[in-house]
Structure formats: structure tokens, C-alpha cells
């Protein structure tokens, strides 16, 4: 697959190509936390708002990066505002904390066959799920009109926009 992404549907579509590379790798799929903090430790410390195509290559990037392992469980808070690399880097933490502190939860209740979205906060319980669920958010966000109509606009795709997304991504299904 090509990794030119000028448009939101280049994304859409990068991002069904990986949740169906994902789901072909099952129980083998590295968690969401261990992306998340891959991707935070691949971020740029500053520099100019993504672009469809900064965003890609970020994702791409976290994929490449050596495993970071598991995250530590802790709960996520008030989301922090983001507009800087470095901002969006403390979200990226925050979320692989968060995912982890889900996972503990749905692992103490492996009889009940319960994921986040049955108490936690988190919709998916894989990568192949959360991307599928963030693929799923932008066409009804760039849809016209836009499905979300509450939703700040996500293009042109800056720093606080990336937020968002990966915030509608962790809890949309």
C-alpha cells in the first residue's frame, strides 16, 4: 500500500488497510497501550501541525518502533488540551495508562466475557477494533455534512485535531 495520504479517505483508508493487518495477526497484535506509547516516544518535539500525511507517517512510525512494552495501569483524567507535539505526547501516555488500567479491569472479570465498553472507558479491546472504530468516526466526520455536527472541524488536521480523533476512536463503536 502506498503511504501517500493527502486526504481524510487516503486516512480512512490507510487505517481499514491496518485494522485488516491487525485482525490477521490475532492474538500475536501488539495491545493499543504499547502503540500509544510507541507513537509518544516517536513524536517530533515540536514542529508544524500534522497534515493528513504527518499523521500517517506518525502512525506508521509507532508501528515500526520497537515494543514499548505494556503501560502502567492509571486512569485518564480530564483529557489535557493539546497543541504541540509535546502536548499530544502527554495525551498518547495518558490513553496507554488508561487502556492498561481497562485491561486490568475487564482481566479480573475474564468469566463475565466483559470488554470497556461494559464499565471502562475504552470501546475497543484491540488494535484492529480501535482502528476499525477510528475509521468508522471520520466517515461520519467528513461526511457531508458532517454526521457529529458538535464536533470542531478536523481539517485541516492540527495537533488538537489528532486529539480529538483518538479520543472519538477509544470510545466510539
Known sequence: MTNIVETGEDFRAL???LSRRFEDLGAGAPEIDDILLR???ALPDEGPDPGW???A??????LDAPSAGPAQPAPLGDEPPVSSPEELRVLLLALAADFARDRAWTQDRPAQGLWAGDGGGWASGSMAQFLESWEAWLDGSLGR?????DVPPIEPVTWASVAWQLGAARVYE
Not at 145 to 149: I, T
Request: a negative charge; zero cysteines.
Open 15 to 17: 487505517l481499514r488497510h
Open 39 to 41: 507513537w509518544a516516544g
Open 53 to 55: 500525511q504527518g499523521l
Open 57 to 62: 507517517d506518525q502512525l506508521l512510525d509507532a
Open 145 to 149: 455534512p458532517p454526521a457529529f455536527p
